[in-house]
């Protein structure tokens, strides 16, 4: 080089973030450590978003949503072995409710974790990660960290989204090059997630399906919110005339107060249409697979099943009208396909699931005014439908076990992408990563709605939420244990039931300790005030809400699915 002539350098380091930037990823979630403490210290410097959390779990849960959110896949950042860990659950989740992400986590030596020497943090965290996700990579070199960032994008976005992990070991940060070169080197993502056109064919066979029905039913799923197709799906149901059921994450996609929405007549509808066109909804558990007597007598449906990935088709019952492709390009299609003269469905059809639908609402309205002392899991919930119709774009997040299947056919949605919850796992823990992401992707307020024993995996994020100052307000439907509150042990013994918590706990206080707001709320007026000031003010804020401990049922909706033991309790 011409000497006095300095040449600009890059490294590992600025390589990944302006791989980052490049691709419109500007907000990492993540927790500081070694060996990639620095690269967040940078990452901020460099107008990167990036969010800290107490543990890494959570801050994977929040990438997980911010990738159902905003169809870009969230990032996650953390340590070695036991940090990466804790986010590859959150990764496994992703990939499992079809979220774009992607874990990059500091690794340690490759030479001294091949031979299994014992590196500080050591873990073979590729091989790891591989099984639990869509496609791991890891990057050697800084001149290909432009093309690992690309390959770990497209995996995410493309066809099925899901969770990538991306191995950078702590010797790639300080790899020096070229600085011009390393522009060079970078990738920007063209088309990350091509649409992928169905056959007409395939389409032409569904409308035939759904033209012969007699009793159609559209069942939504989270997949169909992802899609963010949100005026062509409207548009199709309205014109196809069908009852339609959101699945939990879909909910709001067409407003739940719709005059077909049938989530009223859930059971009727499952047990008596013929015809079944699912968008984005896979008939796994959470569909009874597809069979048995929720779905009526056996043979007497046919399913048109819409989805990107192939392999989900007959992955439980035979599938009529196989439709592979985007939900966009799907439905545009079949919208035009419906013409100007579709038929209505049979008026008999209609009638009977509007009446079975008055029918519950009547009954459950009744329950939803209790104003009743300690609350029940209805009465409290009855207000926060309130507060929810009166702030439609307010995000809900919803965990819990009564909690949850209770406030999921309480509070109605009014608009898609509003309503996150357990997902396709069930999983417990995932409210406080929601809450953040919700709130640091759309700046809306969020409202998580919790139950004591859900919030208690992730109550410690309670300090970042106070830390961004964030718009949450989180309600703990406290009654004081894990279903019910009031389990004792058989044995008599001092020890305390497997299944209860220390008895009027104020979780509020666990907010006040790190300067939010905290409510301690009795009655179902109280807890409506409490909750629309928080809602209305911003404040981070936590309302202990006391719930009946007895109010509870096992396991909530799903108690079925507890073995039970032949030999009986001795
Ligand atoms: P729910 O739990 O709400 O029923 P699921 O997670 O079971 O929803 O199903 C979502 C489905 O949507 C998955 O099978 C996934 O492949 C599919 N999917 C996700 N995004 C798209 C898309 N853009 N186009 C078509 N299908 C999609
Ligand atoms: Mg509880």
């Not at 779905?295 to 019952?317: A, H, L, R, T, Y």
Request: hydrophobic share 40%; with cysteine; net charge negative.
């Amino acid at each position: 080089s011409v000497p006095g002539e300095e040449r600009e350098l890059t490294d590992g380091f600025h390589l990944i973030i302006d791989a980052l930037k490049l691709n419109g990823l500007n907000t990492i979630y993540g927790v500081p450590g070694i060996p990639i403490t620095d690269f967040g210290r940078m990452a901020q410097a460099e107008g990167i978003r990036v969010i800290s959390f107490r543990h890494e779990q959570h801050a994977g849960y929040a990438a997980g949503i911010a990738g159902f959110l905003t169809k870009k896949p969230g990032i996650c950042l953390t340590v070695s072995a036991p940090g990466f860990l804790n986010g590859l659950t959150a990764l496994a989740n992703a990939t499992t409710n079809c979220f774009p992400m992607i874990l990059i986590s500091g690794s340690s030596e490759r030479e001294i974790v091949d031979l299994q020497q014992g590196d500080y943090e050591e873990m073979d965290q590729l091989a790891i990660a591989k099984p639990l996700c869509k496609a791991a990579f890891r990057v050697l070199h800084a001149e290909d960290i432009g093309i690992g960032v690309a390959r770990a994008i497209r995996a995410a976005v493309s066809g099925r989204p899901g969770g990538v992990y991306l191995d950078l070991p702590a010797k790639l940060f300080p790899q020096v090059m070229e600085a011009e070169a390393g522009r060079k080197s970078l990738v920007k993502v063209i088309d990350p997630a091509p649409a992928q056109i169905p056959a007409p064919s395939a389409i032409e066979r569904a409308l035939d399906v759904l033209r012969g029905a007699k009793r159609p039913l559209i069942i939504l799923g989270k997949g169909a919110a992802y899609a963010q197709a949100d005026e062509e799906i409207r548009a199709f149901v309205e014109k196809s005339g069908a009852p339609f059921l959101q699945m939990s994450m879909a909910k709001g996609l067409l407003p739940d107060v719709h005059p077909q929405s049938a989530g009223a007549a859930r059971s009727t509808v499952l047990k008596n249409s013929d015809v079944v066109m699912l968008i984005g909804a896979r008939l796994n558990w959470l569909l009874s697979h597809g069979k048995g007597k929720a779905w009526g007598e056996p043979g007497s449906k046919q399913f048109i099943q819409i989805d990107i990935e192939p392999k989900e088709m007959d992955s439980n019952v035979e599938i009529a009208a196989p439709l592979v492709g985007d939900i966009g390009s799907c439905v545009s299609a079949l919208l035009e396909g419906l013409g100007d003269n579709w038929p209505m469905p049979p008026g008999d059809w209609i009638d009977a699931v509007e009446t079975k639908k008055q029918e519950n609402i009547t009954k459950m309205a009744l329950r939803l005014k209790k104003n009743s002392t300690p609350m029940d899991f209805h009465g409290a919930l009855g207000a926060l439908r309130t507060v929810v119709k009166e702030r439609p774009d307010a995000i809900l997040v919803n965990e819990g076990a009564n909690t949850l299947d209770l406030a999921r056919g309480i509070i109605d949605m009014y608009q898609p992408r509003k309503r996150l919850d357990v997902g396709t796992w069930g999983v417990m823990g995932v409210g406080m990563g929601s809450a953040i992401a919700a709130a640091v992707e759309t700046g809306k307020p969020v409202l998580a709605v919790e139950g004591d024993s859900a919030f208690g995996f992730c109550g410690m994020e309670v300090e970042t939420i106070c830390r961004y100052n964030l718009p949450v307000c989180i309600v703990i439907f406290n009654n004081n244990g894990i279903y019910r509150g009031t389990d004792v042990n058989s044995t008599g013994g001092a020890d305390a039931a497997t299944t209860v918590f220390v008895k009027d706990a104020r979780y509020d206080r666990m907010m006040e300790a790190f300067g939010g707001a905290g409510a301690n709320v009795t009655t179902p007026d109280e807890l409506y005030r409490a909750v629309s000031e928080a809602m209305d003010s911003g404040r981070p804020t936590l309302v202990n809400a006391v719930i009946d401990p007895a109010a509870g049922t096992e396991s909530g909706r799903i108690g079925n699915l507890n073995p039970q033991s032949v030999v009986g309790k001795k």
